[in-house]
T-cell receptor, first 113, second 113 residues
């Protein structure tokens, strides 16, 4: 069974631009969570989607948004990029919203110049 | 946001040695997970724990859910070079929102052949 896939793997943007990252969960998994990983803050939860609905949101500004499609694929968008948004963005999928075992993709490395 | 206290931050050991690391929280957790992350990849789930006192093994790895429900331990026996990586604990506290995993800052393990 294929794992979680994320595209693109690497991205370079400049301040003020916006970016969209994509995540395809494991087949049959309906919940997708997004995390930001930085050396200083570690792994921090962004949001979780289940059945095309955002179920939970972390403490990030409104510039960070996401959505989920009917096939469970998810996208996250960051608008008006700031230097501090440079990070590894990880997507994790699980069978359902309350299933705690989450399986991560390889991440998208975003660099903001 | 809330984070787990994971220690040690890093370990440099000889191949064949046993390794121990732990994670503590100020609040009661109802689930503990242990992940390993290799450079450039997403975290891989190693062990999941669901009950206080639970002891679970996965090959040379053994993890325990602390009796107080505020801590967890991971042991690696007879370490080998491929054990190198960053180990993260993660969990959900009993008051936590669905899908929101809280992560420790990680233990970086280096193994000398």
């Amino acid at each position: 069974k294929a794992g979680v896939t994320q595209t693109p793997r690497y991205l370079i943007k400049t301040r003020g631009q916006q970016v969209t990252l994509s995540c395809s969960p494991i087949s049959g998994h309906r919940s997708v969570s997004w995390y930001q990983q930085t050396p200083g803050q570690g792994l921090q939860f962004l949001f979780e989607y289940f059945s095309e609905t955002q179920r939970n949101k972390g403490n990030f500004p409104g510039r960070f948004s996401g959505r989920q499609f009917s096939n469970s694929r998810s996208e996250m968008n960051v608008s008006t990029l700031e230097l501090g948004d440079s990070a590894l963005y990880l997507c994790a999928s699980s069978l359902r919203a309350q299933k705690v075992e989450q399986f991560f993709g390889p991440g998208t490395r975003l660099t903001v110049l | 946001g809330q984070q787990l206290n994971q220690s040690p931050q890093s370990m440099f050991i000889q191949e064949g040695e046993d390794v121990s690391m732990n994670c503590t929280s100020s609040s009661i957790f109802n689930t503990w997970l242990w992940y390993k992350q290799d450079p450039g990849e997403g975290p891989v789930l190693l062990i999941a724990l669901y009950k206080a006192g639970e002891l679970t093994s996965n090959g040379r790895l053994t993890a325990q859910f602390g009796i107080t429900r505020k801590d967890s331990f991971l042991n690696i026996s007879a370490s080998i070079p491929s054990d190198v990586g960053i180990y993260f604990c993660a969990g959900r506290d009993q008051g936590g929102s669905q899908g929101n995993l809280i992560f420790g800052k990680g233990t970086k393990l280096s193994v000398k052949p």
